[in-house]
């Protein structure tokens, strides 16, 4: 056993074993002692022959940069929980994801089917949104830092690319990137921003469409020198997402996708053109009237919740059990529609309540992706079913009509429900 696998960080986080190595350092399986849990260590390598003034540097930025993403609660996102300077040099602890790389199910199976790829798009387009709002540019987005656990799509690595060869961290503050992933603006030595991370998103999805990314070099040189000079080779897989991946990998930063172009052209790509408004499907069609009939009885001054409980049922099922007096969103909420029925019922406490429910399988459906407003609620009687809740205090759960006790502020649950 080497020295680092007997070490315990901070008395508390343990080395166990090693999950692979990256240009900026090492990624260790952990267990932290106190919470009696599994965390996974990146341990940054510094780069070599750093003078005293920039080894400062980086430890303040390299806990600068943890604590940023550290404030981001969104699914796609691994989450940080601690960052600690030990043996010379910075240790973030986070999130264990039991999960493959999109590089290593890349390199495992070719190149990924269109409709995964426009769903892992659409993760990362979600988790890039909520960093950009929050000033955060990742730099380093790359299909080596997407974890994939089942439908989970998850991006790790926040803010820490550096660049190894720079001189002098304090003179150019000049973080790079992977170059066959790194945006032609970045590479000429402009600073990373939203746009060069989402040049980043095309290249990675064009990576898993194709096999590879669309300037990868037998070396460094040769690569930034094809990203400078030529074009992009046209996507043979892409489908109805090249629109999506040729407005990501535009050169000119001005007229690359925005984020909510890169989101429109993606879903276009899963549904079709739209035009005007979405026409409402049944399940929209039912909401819509549940919203009526709730604002109806507001005004009315009758209890919302017995009315919407009995517009939503979509099956016949046993009366239901809620009444006029039960408190929205109180602990032991109202049981809601159908559940007898139902698979899984969720409705919103708050709005905060934000959810991703799929049906698993070789193709899987992505059934909701959504924050749902105080009162909102979603049901589901698919058989099999994945489904996460990201604040189970913000949401009220029922499984198979069993109400689930709602969880702490910022709770994460996640229900695996298999009717056999
Ligand atoms: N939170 C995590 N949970 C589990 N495995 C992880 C986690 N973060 C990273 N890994 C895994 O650790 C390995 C090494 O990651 P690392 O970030 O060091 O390398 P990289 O992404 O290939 O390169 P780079 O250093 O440029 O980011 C990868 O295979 C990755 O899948
Ligand atoms: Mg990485």
Same mark, same amino acid.
Request: hydrophobic share 40%; proline share 8%; charged share 20%.
């Given at each position: ?86 043996? /010379? *040099? #910075?240790?973030?602890?986070? @999130?264990?994801?039991? &999960? ?6 890349? !390199?495992?199976?070719? %190149? ?98 194709? /096999? *590879? #990314?669309?300037?990868?070099? @037998?070396?460094?040189? &040769? ?6 000079? !030529?074009?992009?080779? %046209? ?100 049981? #809601? ?84």
């Amino acid at each position: 056993m080497s020295q680092s696998e007997r070490l315990v960080l901070a008395t508390r986080y343990r080395l166990v074993s090693e999950i692979g190595q990256g240009a900026n350092g090492t990624v260790w399986r952990g267990h932290d002692e106190l919470l009696d849990r599994a965390v996974a260590i990146k341990e940054l390598r510094l780069p070599e022959n750093l003078a005293e003034d920039d080894r400062v540097v980086f430890y303040r930025r390299t806990l600068r940069e943890a604590r940023a993403p550290a404030q981001l609660r969104t699914h796609s996102i691994v989450e940080v929980y601690d960052v600690v300077i030990e043996q /010379g *040099r #910075p240790w973030i602890v986070m @999130e264990m994801i039991e &999960a493959p790389s999109l590089e290593q199910l890349i !390199e495992r199976s070719g %190149p990924l089917p269109p409709e995964r790829v426009a769903h892992i798009g659409r993760a990362l387009l979600d988790a890039l949104n909520t960093a950009h709002k929050a000033g955060i540019v990742h730099r380093d987005l790359k299909p080596s830092n997407v974890l994939l656990d089942g439908d989970r799509v998850v991006l790790t690595d926040f803010g820490l690319a550096f660049s190894s060869g720079s001189a002098s961290l304090t003179k150019t503050g000049h973080f790079m990137g992977s170059p066959a992933y790194v945006a032609p603006e970045v590479a000429a030595g402009e600073k990373a921003t939203p746009r060069s991370d989402l040049w980043s998103l095309g290249a990675t999805l064009y990576a898993a469409l194709e /096999g *590879r #990314p669309p300037f990868e070099r @037998e070396n460094v040189m &040769a690569t930034l020198s094809a990203l400078a000079n !030529e074009s992009i080779p %046209p996507p043979q897989n892409a489908g109805a997402l090249a629109p999506v991946i040729t407005g990501l990998l535009e050169k000119n930063p001005t007229r690359r996708l925005s984020h909510a172009r890169a989101v429109d052209r993606l879903e276009r790509a899963l549904t079709g053109p739209r035009s005007g408004r979405r026409p409402p499907t049944p399940r929209y069609r039912l909401m819509i009237v549940i919203g009526l009939v709730a604002a109806t009885a507001a005004s009315c001054g009758i209890g919302a919740t017995a009315l919407i409980v009995g517009m939503m049922r979509e099956k016949p099922g046993p009366s239901p059990t809620a009444t006029a007096s039960s408190p929205p969103g109180s602990a032991q909420a109202a049981t #809601p529609p159908g559940v007898a029925t139902s698979t899984l019922v969720v409705r919103a406490r708050t709005d905060t309540c934000k959810i991703f429910v799929s049906v698993p399988g070789d193709a899987m459906t992505v059934l909701s992706d959504e924050t749902l407003h105080m009162g909102d609620a979603r049901q589901y009687d698919q058989p099999r079913l994945n489904a996460v809740i990201y604040d189970t205090s913000a949401c009220d759960v029922w499984v198979n009509g069993q109400q689930k006790p709602p969880g702490r502020p910022g709770e994460r649950q996640t229900y695996t429900l298999n009717k056999g």
